[in-house]
């Protein structure tokens, strides 16, 4: 039986093989729209899915990363010997920032109702039982939860990263301006 990172990593890695054989006839910005079009697409289509998995898939989905950033940078790789130089130059955030970065999307969608209705239904204000100074911070409530599995379902997991958001990034109304401050924060903690 095979988990979601299993069949993405396999699907990724035969994509990876087709873009190396026609790397060098192609441009780096060329090689660089394929390799997200095709290749980290697939990485971010099921990401929100792989919060809470095991160490061993996150490092497999990695793996797999940084296979496609030395592909990209092709004759430069070997310049960015380390796989978070190459990732840094390339812009991208590493398997695990990526995962939360998406978790957060969702729930800033959510919050402020452009997701689906029963997306937005899961996630609920944080209303402390009296007057604190966080009940005006824009925090979810998170929901108690016994299971290891249960705390990677969106409604729990959804708003354990929202809630571990600076207050400034969750005071942001406007969508663009919280995807570029919500990139930037991962990005600084992943390098």
């Known amino acids: 039986m095979y988990c979601v990172a299993d069949v993405t990593c396999l699907?990724?890695?035969?994509?990876?093989?087709?873009?190396?054989?026609?790397?060098?006839?192609?441009?780096?910005?060329?090689?660089?729209?394929?390799?997200?079009?095709?290749?980290?697409?697939r990485l971010d289509y099921a990401n929100s899915v792989l919060y809470g998995i095991s160490a061993k898939n996150i490092h497999r989905l990695q793996r797999m990363q940084n296979t496609l950033a030395r592909v990209v940078l092709g004759s430069l790789a070997s310049k960015f010997s380390h796989s978070t130089d190459m990732l840094c130059r390339l812009h991208w955030l590493p398997v695990q920032y990526r995962i939360q970065f998406k978790?957060?999307?969702?729930?800033?969608?959510?919050?402020?109702?452009?997701?689906?209705?029963?997306?937005?239904?899961?996630?609920?204000?944080?209303?402390?039982?009296?007057?604190?100074?966080?009940?005006?911070s824009n925090l979810l409530s998170v929901p108690s939860c016994?299971?290891?599995?249960?705390?990677?379902?969106?409604?729990?997991?959804?708003?354990?990263?929202?809630?571990?958001?600076?207050?400034?990034?969750?005071?942001?109304?406007?969508?663009?301006?919280?995807?570029?401050?919500l990139k930037t924060f991962y990005f600084n903690h992943a390098f």
């Open 11 to 41: 699907s990724a890695f035969y994509h990876i093989r087709a873009l190396r054989h026609i790397r060098p006839v192609i441009t780096d910005e060329v090689a660089k729209t394929i390799a997200c079009s095709f290749i980290t697409s």
């Open 103 to 136: 978790l957060a999307l969702l729930a800033f969608n959510a919050r402020s109702n452009n997701a689906p209705l029963y997306l937005s239904s899961l996630l609920h204000n944080y209303v402390p039982g009296r007057s604190l100074r966080s009940s005006q």
């Open 146 to 181: 016994k299971l290891n599995f249960g705390a990677r379902s969106f409604r729990v997991a959804a708003p354990t990263v929202w809630n571990s958001l600076p207050a400034d990034i969750r005071a942001c109304t406007f969508y663009g301006s919280f995807i570029r401050q």
